[in-house]
């Protein structure tokens, strides 16, 4: 038997009185606005960016929902990105080296070429946090082209000097060995050994510093240049070392016995390499 309609219409009534009511989500709100109003995908990123990092003041709910969003765009992200960088609150700009890395890990790809100059740019304009991460960074994507921003950081703000000869010796790059030879020979005592070990792991025509050092008129200065030279060294330094053990071998005897020691391991790998390559090669009969 079919119920009578005023019976349905009292439980559906009751029904919608006995939902509770969705409260309101001001912050998914604003993200939607956002994306409506910015018509295409670089627009839609643009707007994200204005709500996570206001010229005025902003509501924080807000903004970090504006930052996660932002970051799902990956890629599509990096012009309404670079442009916060350079434009926003100098106090902002961590948060935006922080959201262009976690836009570059939802790309799933390693460092791009979209994202680098962010990082680099952060170097310029950005606060200390913004630049300790960005050197960070790009210590590990290890790009020829952040060598010269992060010397002229280090340079700019000397709190970061350490982090940047560090960085350059991990990076490896020949144009370092310059400003590392300057803080070798003449920066705070605390950074010379640093910059003496980055020149070593560099190695090639960075070794020369150190090979020059060995030949200085202080003892200090020859003994760095000597412990960052001795795991590095190669045939080509023999005679630099072996002029400083003749003209120095008294700074430090126990260092320059370890010296004789490595000379000599150098020299007995060479005469291996040349008897086996003596042995490899055609013979006449």
Known sequence: MRAPAFVVLFFSVVGIASTPAIPPDPAREAIVRALATGGDIPGQARNLAHLAWPAGKRDEVVAARARRELAHFGSHATS????AVNTV???YTEEVVVTTLEAQRESR???LREYLPIIID???VGNHGAKVLAIQTLASDRNALAVAPMIDSAIADPSLARQVVEALGVMRYQQARFYLETIMMEGPPVLRPVAASSLAQIGGAALAPLK???KAPSRDARLLAVRALLPAATEYDL???YDYIEKHGDDDPEL???LKISATSIEKAIAARDASAAADSPKDF
């Open 239 to 241: 005679g630099a070392l």
């Open 89 to 91: 609150k100098i106090s």
């Open 80 to 83: 309404a990105l670079r442009s």
């Open 122 to 124: 952060a170097l310029w």
């Open 212 to 214: 020059n050092a060995l």
């Open 256 to 258: 320059t016995q370890a």
């Open 109 to 111: 790809v390693e460092m």
